[in-house]
């Protein structure tokens, strides 16, 4: 199993600012077709996850622009350039290059 | 646009079959490439992928729980489903139904609003 491992697991932010998530897999997630499918996803207070990006750094049908991806090979980043207070909630990453696996999620939260 | 509901019952005995039913609206779970996949929640927990089934009929499920797994589609009625054997507490958590898009499914869109399924004699 490739495992995913995300940092911090709690992001305490102001609003207005920058946030960042990293997520580290145990391996390359370059699949053999050339594609890494490494991608971010929300999950708001109960509610279900929801896309944010796929593919590393494409952000998916409505996503605001304040959304980022980054990373290649084993080590990705989320950034949010400016938080907004529907912004919290836990965010993972999942990668689907070798079956389906997901990090244990990220807190964030407004100070 | 295409929705997700998951139905089932919210209680199973322990050492029984969990079984549950995606509907899928607003579009034929026969028409394009899309995996559709069971995920699973426990509460307060990360996610873990269950297994997917793809139109044709073919099935990939997550190794650890694949000796008690089993999905199947049913597109006359536009659904999939979710069997789990031999259930134990740990296998309590709210269940999700998604949709695989992308090259090989690998992203999901949309999921269904989830459903908890709690294991308890």
């Known amino acids: ?15 207005g600012q920058p946030a960042s998530i990293s997520c580290r897999s145990s391996q390359s997630l370059v699949h053999s077709d050339g594609n890494t499918y490494l991608s971010w996803l929300q999950q708001r207070p109960g509610q279900p996850p929801r896309l944010l990006i796929y593919k590393i750094s494409n952000r998916f049908s409505g996503v605001p622009d304040r ?6 090979g084993t080590d990705f980043t989320l950034k ?5 207070a ?3 909630g836990v965010y993972y990453c999942m990668q689907a290059t070798q079956s389906i696996t997901f990090g244990q999620g990220t807190r964030l939260e407004i100070k | 646009q295409v929705q997700l509901q998951e139905s089932g019952p919210g209680l199973v005995k322990p050492s029984q079959t969990l079984s549950l039913t995606c509907t899928v609206s607003g579009g034929s779970i026969s028409s394009g490439s899309y995996y559709w996949s ?5 509460a307060g927990k990360g996610l873990e992928w269950i297994g997917r089934i793809y139109t044709s009929g073919s099935t990939n499920y997550n190794p650890s729980l694949k000796s008690r797994v089993t999905i199947s589609v049913d597109t006359s009625k536009n659904q999939f489903s979710l069997k ?3 259930v134990t507490a740990a296998d309590t958590a709210v269940y999700y139904c998604a949709r695989g898009i992308g090259y090989g499914g690998r992203w999901f869109d949309p999921w ?3 459903t908890l399924v709690t294991v308890s004699s």
């Open chain 1, 1 to 15: 199993d490739i495992v995913m491992t995300q940092t911090p697991l709690s992001s305490p932010v102001t609003l």
């Open chain 1, 67 to 72: 959304f980022s991806g980054s990373g290649a």
């Open chain 1, 80 to 84: 949010i350039s400016r938080v907004e």
């Open chain 1, 86 to 88: 529907e912004d919290v």
């Open chain 2, 38 to 42: 069971w995920i699973r929640q426990p």
């Open chain 2, 84 to 86: 789990l054997s031999s």
């Open chain 2, 112 to 114: 269904g609003q989830g």
